[in-house]
């Protein structure tokens, strides 16, 4: 019948309208599931940042007790002050946050003193900022939470030439300053700064941070050591050790035939756990009639530190501390000891042999003669002081005047300093390279003295090389010789610069690479900004800055 037709059209549109109204509220369902995962993460920032305003609140409320020690900790446990990527300086603060480098923050004591900390030391190391940014920085003049840092350049060009920039040159020259107080580069866990100096146009970071001695490689064991004037007890020590020792007639008889037999090229000891490596001697003659003995194994010697007649025994037995030259510092590396006799016609080696003991092993080794009739020599009647001094007189004439492969570049350029670490002038041998690296330069032409060379000038630079971090250690010299008929041409220098240093002198030498079967030494004196390069051709050109 129709109307069952029609029943059944009817439940055919309701089931379509229950359908329908399944589709929809799915939709809706899906829409609320959507506003609501919305709602839930509003909601954890919401709870974030108020649980930040929440804690600024307590942290600036006195009555609540807290102690900026634990707002940094919380920050800390909750690394919400991680540090920042290398290479970048972003802002350390947002709105949420900004209350702990406010005036009023619990922590404005500690932050203030940050902030002196390091405004105070851009003078102490001014010359480490100038080799790490090129920048001379100074802070403004204002109240802790609104110090700006300032710069200008670090080098400025005057009659041609490259010169540092001064104090004066704030009033001529054109300041960058950070855009926003320093505080906002704060790290307060760590308390230290890394400020932005870009400026609003410049792509990328220009940071500069507060701990740029750090990055130069002063450690805080250096600095103590500066303060405890370490430096100057090692001068005093290397005083004694150069100046001029009388020793009595018969004494210094003695010791000067010990030396020169132990000195005679066939006088060579072995022992069987050595393998190929021999011991043998050579002695240091020293002002007026002392000698020092040198000991050497495989050629890693070691220097007396008591002069040959101070251990030697009226009745010939000797027991002697050796340390590494221009390393006393670290104390005794070897002993030796043994006997001999210094009669009137000879002087012999009494027992079979010497005995040697380095400091890193447990039992001590006794070393043979390789051949049995290189123990003794024929004692020198006569010992003149005079002729001694002649013979050194002699020796320095050569050093200053190379003859070709002579056998004396390791003494025009001798290798000082080893352990850097824990050298008592190492702090002050990284100021005096950072000293040397903002004086000399591309910019800085050195003059000859001599025209008739073919060498016009001279440059010298500050290099390190293969991506190495910029510190005191890793930094080499670049020598850039102008030849007139070739241009510039670059030769760098042997190892890094700070192993050649000699503070005493206030110089540097080094050997350069030069051609192919040449020694070379290049001596830079940093107070008179000459650099003298001996070369063995038989050159030896001087070079002069205005």
Do not use: Y
């Given at each position: 019948p129709v109307h069952h037709m029609v029943l059944i059209a009817k439940e055919r549109e309701a089931f379509c309208f229950l359908c329908l109204i399944s589709i929809v509220v799915g939709l809706r369902t899906l829409s609320e599931d959507h506003e609501h995962v919305q709602h839930l993460t509003q909601r954890f920032r919401e709870k974030k940042a108020s649980h930040f305003k929440n804690f600024g609140k307590r942290g600036m409320d006195p009555e609540e007790g807290l102690t900026c020690s634990a707002v940094r900790s919380y920050f800390e446990d909750n690394e919400l002050m991680e540090d920042q990527e290398s290479g970048k300086c972003d802002l350390m603060y947002d709105e949420d946050s900004s209350f702990v480098i406010q005036s009023d923050s619990v922590c404005a004591d500690e932050i203030s003193s940050a902030v002196t900390e390091f405004c105070q030391g851009l003078s102490r190391w001014d010359l480490v900022n100038r080799v790490l940014y090129g920048k001379q920085l100074r802070c403004t003049d204002d109240d802790w939470d609104s110090i700006a840092l300032e710069s200008i350049p670090a080098f400025k060009t005057a009659n041609d030439i490259q010169v540092r920039t001064t104090a004066e040159d704030w009033n001529s020259m054109e300041?960058?300053?950070?855009?926003?107080?320093?505080?906002?580069?704060?790290?307060?866990?760590?308390?230290?700064?890394?400020?932005?100096?870009?400026?609003?146009?410049?792509?990328?970071?220009?940071?500069?941070?507060?701990?740029?001695?750090?990055?130069?490689?002063?450690?805080?064991?250096?600095?103590?050591?500066?303060?405890?004037?370490?430096?100057?007890?090692?001068?005093?020590?290397?005083?004694d050790m150069a100046k001029e020792v009388s020793a009595p007639d018969n004494s210094a008889t003695a010791a000067y035939n010990l030396c020169r037999l132990f000195s005679k090229h066939d006088f060579h000891l072995t022992n069987s756990e050595y393998g190929d490596n021999e011991l043998y001697f050579r002695c240091a003659w020293h002002p007026k009639n002392a000698f020092r003995l040198h000991a050497c194994i495989g050629g890693i010697c070691k220097q007396s530190m008591k002069y040959v007649h101070e251990v030697l025994g009226e009745d010939g037995l000797f027991n002697m501390s050796l340390s590494e030259e221009n390393g006393e510092f670290l104390g005794p590396q070897w002993y030796l000891w043994g006997d001999v006799a210094v009669g009137q016609d000879t002087t012999t080696l009494k027992s079979d042999g010497l005995t040697l003991k380095q400091f890193h092993k447990t039992t001590p080794k006794t070393f043979s003669l390789k051949a049995a009739d290189a123990g003794s020599i024929a004692t020198s009647e006569e010992f003149s002081p005079e002729d001694f001094q002649e013979k050194r007189d002699d020796l320095n004439e050569k050093i200053q005047n190379p003859d070709g492969h002579d056998g004396l570049w390791d003494q025009r350029c001798p290798h000082l300093n080893n352990h850097w670490q824990r050298h008592p002038c190492a702090y002050e041998m990284a100021m005096w390279i950072a000293d040397f690296c903002t004086t000399f330069s591309h910019a800085l032409p050195m003059d000859q003295m001599d025209d008739s060379a073919t060498e016009g000038k001279l440059k010298l630079q500050c290099v390190n090389y293969g991506g190495t971090s910029r510190t005191w250690t890793s930094i080499k010299l670049e020598s850039l010789p102008e030849i007139k008929e070739l241009g510039e041409q670059s030769r760098k220098g042997v190892d890094a610069i700070f192993q050649y240093v000699d503070l005493t002198s206030q110089t540097l030498n080094m050997p350069v690479e030069f051609e192919t079967g040449f020694d070379s030494c290049m001596s830079v004196s940093l107070p008179e900004r000459k650099a003298v390069h001996w070369r063995s051709d038989e050159k030896k050109l001087v070079f002069q800055a205005a």
């Open positions: 300041k960058q300053q950070s855009r926003l107080p320093i505080v906002q580069w704060l790290n307060i866990v760590t308390m230290k700064f890394n400020v932005d100096m870009a400026g609003p146009g410049d792509d990328g970071w220009e940071c500069v941070a507060s701990d740029s001695a750090q990055q130069w490689g002063i450690s805080p064991e250096m600095q103590a050591q500066e303060k405890k004037e370490s430096c100057k007890a090692w001068h005093m020590q290397q005083q």
